[in-house]
């Protein structure tokens, strides 16, 4: 599975983005997905995590009632939809993927494929 990860950019605190990931290669909707972010001297985080079906997921509890992950097997694309964004919020954010049968994996190790990371800034 190939991964591009994109939508990321410059917003003001509060603001939203929505990002996006495509998937291309083997059957995507055969995997569970989830987006991590990194900020600059701080380790790789989970961020959200979905299903290959949809359900269930997975928020971490900085960004729970704020994040919403999703996806459209059909069009093999994953996303991450941002609102009430904060400064700490600023991060690269990375999707990944991986073969599961149910469920979702919660550690980074346990993905096989990465997105090349979009940049995520949301200024004061």
């Known amino acids: 599975v190939q991964l591009q990860a994109s939508g990321g950019g410059l917003v003001q605190a509060g603001g939203s983005l929505r990002l996006s990931c495509a998937a291309s290669g083997r059957t995507f909707s055969t995997y569970g997905m989830g987006w991590f972010r990194q900020a600059p001297g701080k380790e790789r985080e989970l961020v959200a995590a979905?299903?290959?079906?949809?359900?269930?997921?997975y928020y971490a509890d900085s960004v729970k009632g704020r994040f919403t992950i999703a996806r459209d097997n059909a069009r093999n694309t994953g996303y991450l939809q941002m609102s009430s964004l904060k400064p700490e919020d600023t991060a690269v954010y990375y999707c990944?993927?991986?073969?599961?049968?149910?469920?979702?994996?919660?550690?980074?190790?346990?993905?096989?494929?990465w997105g090349q990371g979009t940049l995520v800034t949301v200024s004061s």
């Open positions: 979905i299903s290959w079906s949809g359900s269930p997921t």
């Open positions: 990944a993927a991986g073969y599961l049968r149910s469920g979702y994996y919660t550690r980074a190790r346990e993905y096989n494929y």
